[in-house]
């Protein structure tokens, strides 16, 4: 590898100072005395040039300016006006006019942002990232990545379609940037959506990843696909121009054109009938038929996936693991207690994911590296032929070639007792007829935490890294993320014949939906 176990490549970076989220809206009410930035703002800034600007008394001419426009709250506390927005959407800030009214809705220019809120909020932020580093015992905020905006975290062709239990790809740029080189391998024998792969290519590193869903190396292929840019903009624009003319026809105007057509628009999944809207049915099933059409093809099956996903008949805020069937309204959770009603036609979703995904694939093509190869492998890594495998893909003796400039392993298994991968899809599997090989996934939520659980998992796990083990050097160092709650991986290295040379840990914020309990996991490098 490029640097040793454990030591960065660059000591000397700077870190950057996090901004968490607490819940709740800032309690402080604009005061008319002193504002002592020193005692609000020093612990989460810390930039003693900020402090003078920020000293005064309101009562006199020189006061400091108490309502700000969002750009201005922006730079007091180093974030972004869409940071502000957000803390304003979620209620941790109120809205005021330019004359300090609370007002619910503003006019365009009109809105403004507390200071004395805003510093409140930023205080309460750092003690609540202290209490949580507290009950998680971590020490390294440097990890957390908590400054890290949801459309970073999301960012280009990471959020070309939703995946349960995939990390943030800022974890793994840290890792690969400080201890992998160009025209190294980076494996990852659970690569899910190619998390791994896309930061892999984005910084000029080749990389192998195997899963065992059909539906999750589709995901993974499509994102690191190469792509004709206008023609992928021309053919997603006349597959929803063609799906909207269709729903119109069909039922707005009743003009039943379905004969002519020709497409068979029926089905005989109950799963599709009880989860969807007539509606939404009939417009998945046209879009599907018309697939065959374009070249693209693998590109509109994610579209269309990602999109009905967004559309069954459940509580906005179950969109991961939905309960059960919903037709009527309900009290929205997400929505702040808003009445909502569940979705009946894709359309709306479709025109917005459509655009999306043209953007999101311009954006990847022009930071990816062009220099470097991703293989993509459908198969079961504990006893996939990884050489074999990936030669057959890009040409003879590729990875035998790549072996002496190094290669290692970064990658996440599942973790014990936690998601059903299958099943989270199970939308996709029963619309776009993938194969279910639900009985080869490793620690599924379905068969719980319970010892006899627990060894299996130990058991599975170890074949896959004993397997792994035998396509890479010796002493090639392996970047595994878990967490180790049930401390089986001591077990399953040594299984391995792996060594722990060291452990970072980190807090896990932003979690999925309504779970927000502390949580940690462990990133162990093994030689």
Not at 149 to 162: A, Q, S, V
Request: charged share 30%; with cysteine; proline share 4%.
């Amino acid at each position: 590898m490029g640097t040793p176990s454990g030591q960065r490549k660059d000591d000397n970076e700077s870190k950057e100072t996090r901004m968490s989220r607490p819940k709740g809206r800032a309690n402080a009410q604009p005061s008319s005395g002193t504002i002592s930035s020193q005692a609000v703002l020093a612990p989460v800034i810390g930039e003693s040039k900020r402090r003078s600007k920020l000293k005064g008394n309101v009562s006199d001419q020189n006061k400091v300016k108490e309502y700000l426009t969002l750009a201005e709250a922006a730079a007091l506390v180093d974030k972004t006006p869409s940071n502000i927005s957000y803390l304003i959407q979620y209620d941790r800030l109120n809205r005021y006019n330019e004359y300090g009214e609370r007002i619910e809705k503003a006019r365009n220019g009109e809105l403004r942002v507390s200071r004395t809120e805003l510093l409140s909020y930023m205080n309460e932020s750092q003690k609540w990232v202290d209490r949580r580093m507290k009950e998680l015992s971590i020490t390294n905020l440097e990890l957390a990545f908590m400054d890290v905006p949801e459309r970073l975290r999301t960012k280009h062709i990471h959020r070309l379609h939703p995946y349960l239990g995939k990390f943030i790809p800022q974890l793994v740029e840290y890792f690969l940037s400080r201890y992998f080189e160009q025209g190294q391998i980076v494996i990852d024998p659970f690569c899910g959506s190619g998390t791994t792969l896309v930061q892999a290519s984005e910084m000029g590193i080749n990389s192998v990843g195997v899963d065992i869903s059909e539906f999750n190396t589709l995901i993974a292929q499509v994102k690191l696909a190469h792509y004709d840019l206008g023609l992928v903009e021309k053919e997603l624009r006349d597959i929803t121009r063609r799906t909207v003319a269709f729903s119109d026809a069909y039922f707005d105007k009743k003009q039943r054109f379905l004969a002519d057509h020709g497409a068979d628009l029926t089905t005989d999944g109950e799963y599709l009938k009880t989860w969807f809207a007539e509606r939404s049915l009939k417009e998945m099933l046209f879009f599907k038929s018309l697939i065959p059409d374009y070249e693209y093809q693998d590109l509109m099956r994610v579209l269309l996936s990602r999109s009905i996903r967004s559309c069954r008949l459940i509580y906005h805020y179950e969109l991961a693991t939905p309960s059960r069937p919903v037709t009527e309204p309900y009290e929205c959770y997400k929505h702040k207690g808003k009445i909502c009603t569940p979705v009946t036609t894709i359309l709306p979703r479709l025109r917005f994911y459509s655009k999306d995904t043209v953007r999101r694939i311009a954006e990847f093509s022009k930071l990816r590296k062009y220099d470097c190869t991703a293989v993509v492998l459908e198969g079961d890594s504990r006893s996939i032929s990884l050489d074999e495998r990936a030669n057959e893909q890009i040409g003879e003796k590729w990875y035998q070639q790549h072996l002496p400039k190094g290669v290692g392993v970064f990658s996440s298994p599942p973790y014990v007792g936690q998601i059903d991968y299958h099943e989270q899809h199970r939308y996709a599997y029963e619309l776009l007829g993938f194969e279910r090989r639900d009985f080869l996934e490793i620690g599924p939520k379905r068969a719980g935490k319970s010892n006899r659980a627990k060894q299996a998992y130990i058991d599975e796990i170890s074949k896959v890294f004993i397997n792994i083990k035998k396509y890479m050097p010796e002493k090639s160092d392996w970047y595994i993320v878990a967490n180790d709650s049930l401390s089986v991986y001591p077990e399953i290295f040594s299984r391995a014949g792996l060594s722990i040379v060291k452990t970072f840990n980190r807090p896990v914020e932003d979690r999925t939906e309504r779970d927000k309990r502390p949580y940690s996991e462990s990133i162990f490098v093994v030689r």
